[in-house]
């Protein structure tokens, strides 16, 4: 993914390139996942954690972390390690819209 710096700008990049319908069509399919990953990442940076650091409280190895990041949704277990992890609720509504909560 990013910095928090290059994830604020994501939704203009995205705004321009929904103009393409090709674009719009796969990007609407693929949302949930991207919501996920961009909801994983910020809650990692805003408790001050790398991937590394994350990989360590959760026993989930880094390139997964980092697949997850990427979009990748994990199974129930590992979403409760993340959650624990992060001292975090995690919702995932049947639209696919997640939600990432400090405590």
Same mark, same amino acid.
């Given at each position: 993914?990013?910095?928090?710096?290059?994830?604020?700008?994501?939704? $203009?990049? %995205?705004?321009?390139?929904?103009?393409?319908?090709?674009?719009?069509?796969?990007?609407?399919?693929?949302?949930?996942?991207?919501?996920?990953?961009?909801?994983?990442?910020?809650?990692?940076?805003?408790?001050?954690?790398?991937? %590394?650091?994350?990989?360590?409280?959760?026993?989930?190895?880094?390139?997964?972390?980092?697949?997850?990041?990427?979009?990748?949704?994990? $199974?129930?277990?590992?979403?409760?390690?993340?959650?624990?992890?992060?001292?975090?609720?995690?919702?995932?509504?049947?639209n696919g819209r997640t939600a990432i909560t400090l405590a």
């Amino acid at each position: 993914m990013g910095t928090i710096s290059s994830i604020r700008i994501w939704p $203009e990049h %995205v705004a321009e390139q929904m103009q393409d319908p090709e674009f719009a069509e796969e990007y609407n399919l693929t949302k949930p996942e991207f919501d996920f990953a961009l909801a994983l990442t910020m809650a990692r940076e805003a408790r001050n954690l790398t991937q %590394v650091q994350l990989s360590e409280a959760t026993g989930i190895k880094q390139p997964m972390i980092s697949r997850y990041e990427r979009g990748q949704i994990p $199974e129930l277990p590992t979403l409760r390690k993340l959650a624990a992890a992060l001292n975090a609720r995690i919702i995932i509504e049947p639209n696919g819209r997640t939600a990432i909560t400090l405590a």
